[in-house]
């Protein structure tokens, strides 16, 4: 990764994210760029995305330094009341990876519980792949709940445990163990790299990277 | 004492958007004790969450659960916080100083940080638009500051009225030695409140810039029995349930 | 009403909607002041408003003379790539009255079906009126569904049939006969204000204004 | 014919914005018989509905009933239509001229109509977004005209390239007279296909410009028996769903 657009970036519940702060403070393994916002205006970056409009704008990026680090974040003045609002470039990324519950064999997907910004991730990407924990003959109408149809779909993979160490609202809970876990196996980059070629590297495909890690992930 | 004392501080019926660990305990509180109707927002898009245990993320299944509805993120900060309809916003942070402005970015200079923080999250426009904001934080001189290395989000800074921001700013700050409340004149936080046992001087010599003492010190009554009993037990659902190991579909 | 506006207005599937036309043609009953919009604007508006963002802005109004006609559908710049993009004022409503399903006795109020801008058009409101099909004691969670939290709800009032001559999504259909009796009823001032005054100002409530049609309505 | 015509012109697995009338069943014959995958997105917010019958207006119950999903308003409009991922965009109009831009608005001057028509609805973004428009219109001289009243949608209008338009404009227009296409050059409509029966006298005889005619003038050929069966049968089950009576809970 040559940078990184985010607005937060820890271990929730836990701290630090130590391989982001070793790659910031330290340039390892390689130099990283950041493009650092807030929640909201990254909400408001994926909705113009998914939108294909150019810029996002919010009531936002008041009382901080931020605005004053990323010339990434500007203004537009309102053509009616000439307040100033704060923008930010669309996200549009080039692929989205999602996990989700449930796809269908023409590539609809369907998304239950928290969904957060995965939709305007998802319509704002050049390509979206999926990952699912089951795929069925067909899904039921959605009526109102968030499915994305298959025309905005690039690929679909079955991977069942796809969100872990997080969580797949109806399939199994989050790990929190493994986040606490995460934090000692981060922490120095030698554990982590022994980490990542043990069961990252070392491993043929995500079952047998679960697999490998049963019972005894630190 | 902490968390009864924020937990306190929540009215009945206020719609607060609340974080992860002391912020989530304090309104989970409330709403089991003095406040039934509080509205509970967390920010992955939850409203009105009744969890019987204490979520370890936002993105916790049982927050979904229990909501009265799930939102998507980006309407959450549009439609609910920068509309004006966060009564409560709770934050804390690395650094704080004297006007409650806060620092989650980073500790030493922004372009060769001596510790990057994992950053803003929602706090700043939280701090700009959340009617009130509850700030909770541990005292020490570390982190109750003269100067902010960064400021991630706004407290009473100079202009705060003209800026833009829809909310009035802190109303309070919660810390292990007691509770400061600002100034109305200069918006500058003293000490407000002391917890029982702890004296003024243990307060003062927490904080890292030198700590008024408001004319109408108060010291807050001890956790009552249904308090304490309400919190343990919570606390005791909540080590049981994240007890339970995680089944993957293997 | 003093003023309109608006993106279509029509009798969906059968015409003009003649009142409409005698007010903006006849200045009958009154004049009409017109700010007219296309749909795609409209949407952005009520967004805009549910937002408390001053304007909304698409990638539209392209092609057409309604720019000409309306000065309040103007443009910004993009500070990043310098396109235009047209903007319209958001849309806050002193009141906005939805008809909903169902709301709980606390004030929450589900909706369920095509829900078209209702949701931002509730948001956007000063004070949003919800007559809804049925009050129950507490309605279940949610999870994605459609549901206007009781803080962001006025008042709500039970009013079973509220939705007719449309249809209310799981309770009743629409009433197509009645769009093709109304395009008779409407065309002319005199049976118009007629059939008015018998049903709307000649009954005490909805439940008598409904009773009153029944089997005879043109 | 022209609701078969226009169905012909259908490709199996586009993705088709329909109102209601003529498009919509257009859009239902062509999904029931050669173009089974046709995703049929109506304004109000379903996508990939597969009703049974004919709906008379874009909100029926059926078309949500039996949709992929229902969406909001704004997402179709912001996150289908103007990101590009709509298809074919059908289109109507009071008016068209000979470069397909529609009047929907007024008869007469704007601000003293002769006669106020319902106005622009989707249609000033679905000519501007789709990938292609189809237009269906009865033709007259009164409604195939010179010059527009007003111009509420844009065809091949001066300078549509530049315009911010995502789409390529209007690829045909189906009449009860016989099928239009552009020009490439000029993006002028030209007689491009008769019906069985219908000679091209009398399709010019229809439109109120001189209607030229392309090198390569095709016959449509009549609507096959599978065509008019499925067609039949779709609206012999639409009138029957729609005499059911409606009961109101009173």
């Known amino acids: 990764a040559r940078k990184l657009t985010f607005s937060w970036g820890g271990n929730p519940g836990v701290g630090s994210l130590h391989r982001l702060r070793d790659a910031v403070e330290n340039a390892w393994p390689g130099p990283l760029e950041i493009d650092e916002h807030s929640h909201a205006a990254m909400a408001v970056a994926y909705r113009a995305g998914a939108a294909r409009l150019p810029f996002g704008m919010l009531r936002g990026y008041i009382g901080t330094d931020l605005a004053k680090q990323n010339p990434r974040i500007r203004s537009v003045t309102c053509p009616y009341t000439a307040e100033k609002l704060a923008t930010v470039p669309a996200v549009n990324p080039d692929v989205t990876i999602l996990h989700a519950q449930r796809a269908d064999k023409r590539g609809n997907v369907a998304i239950d519980g928290i969904v957060g910004a995965a939709r305007e991730a998802a319509l704002a990407a050049g390509k979206l792949l999926v990952t699912v924990e089951t795929i069925v003959e067909e899904l039921p109408p959605a009526m109102n709940n968030v499915v994305l149809p298959h025309f905005t779909v690039t690929a679909v993979s079955h991977c069942p445990g796809g969100a872990w160490p997080s969580y797949a609202h109806g399939h199994y809970a989050r790990d929190n163990d493994f986040y606490l876990k995460w934090d000692v196996i981060a922490r120095e980059r030698g554990r982590f790299t022994a980490w990542i070629d043990r069961h990252v590297r070392g491993t043929a495909d995500h079952r047998a990277f679960l697999a490998s890690l049963q019972g005894q992930a630190a | 004492m902490m968390t009864v004392a924020a937990a306190r501080l929540l009215a009945d019926g206020q719609v607060s958007f609340v974080g992860i660990g002391l912020p989530s305990a304090a309104c989970n509180l409330a709403r089991l004790t003095h406040a039934p109707n509080l509205v509970l927002i967390y920010e992955s898009g939850t409203i009105g969450t009744r969890p019987t245990v204490l979520p ?69 426009e939280i701090a700009a638009h959340a009617r009130q904001v509850f700030i909770v934080m541990k005292a020490t001189p570390r982190s109750f500051v003269k100067a902010l290395d960064f400021q991630t989000s706004g407290g009473h800074f100079a202009g705060r009225t003209q800026s833009g921001a829809r909310g009035s700013g802190p109303a309070v700050i919660v810390t292990d030695v007691g509770i400061l409340k600002p100034r109305a004149e200069t918006g500058e936080f003293a000490l407000s409140a002391l917890y029982p046992g702890i004296p003024a001087e243990e307060a003062k010599a927490a904080v890292g810039w030198p700590l008024a003492v408001l004319p109408a010190l108060e010291t807050c009554a001890v956790p009552s029995a249904p308090e304490l009993e309400a919190l343990r037990a919570l606390e005791a659902r909540t080590a049981a349930a994240h007890r339970e190991p995680v089944r993957l579909p293997l």
Chains 1, 3 share one sequence.
């Open chain 2, 56 to 124: 370890l993320s936002i993105g916790d299944g049982e927050l979904a659960e229990t909501a009265t509805c799930v939102i998507p993120l980006p309407d959450i900060f549009s439609d609910y916080l920068q509309a004006g309809r966060i009564d409560v916003g709770f934050l804390g942070a690395a650094q704080i100083d004297k006007f409650g402005n806060l620092n989650s970015t980073v500790i030493g200079p922004y372009d060769k940080p001596k510790t990057r923080l994992p950053g803003a999250g929602g706090a700043t």
